[in-house]
């Protein structure tokens, strides 16, 4: 079973930013589709970025809620993909995870954000 391990969350002030990692034990990301989600208390978790790796090239997806500030990357040769966020808002306090997306993955521990002035 491949194994997820997210860091990099923290307290940022609004408008500010951070970079979010997500490692794999093992290579993964030529073979599935990866994702950056996030979960708030009593609320489903909600995909907010979604990475393929294509023969023709990468393609990336966000919702509108993120469009224009969250960027998804991946380093294969580090089995790691990143979440680089900007311009956070108080909205996107959440914990953070990754995984396959769909996700097919046993979710990791997650790394929580928080913005607040």
């Known amino acids: 079973q491949v194994q997820l391990v997210e860091s990099g969350g923290g307290l940022v002030r609004p408008g500010g930013s951070l970079r979010l990692s997500c490692t794999a034990s093992r290579n993964i990301f030529s073979l599935y589709a990866m994702g950056w989600y996030r979960q708030t208390p009593g609320k489903e978790r909600e995909l907010v970025a979604t990475?393929?790796?294509?023969?023709?090239?990468?393609?990336?997806i966000y919702p509108d809620s993120v469009k224009g500030r969250f960027t998804i990357s991946a380093d294969n040769a580090k089995n790691t993909v990143y979440l680089q966020m900007d311009n956070l808002k108080p909205e996107d306090k959440a914990v953070y995870f990754c995984?396959?997306?769909?996700?097919?993955?046993?979710w990791g521990q997650g790394t929580q954000v928080s913005v607040s002035p």
């Open positions: 990475l393929a790796l294509l023969n023709s090239g990468p393609v990336t």
């Open positions: 995984n396959t997306k769909p996700a097919t993955l046993s």
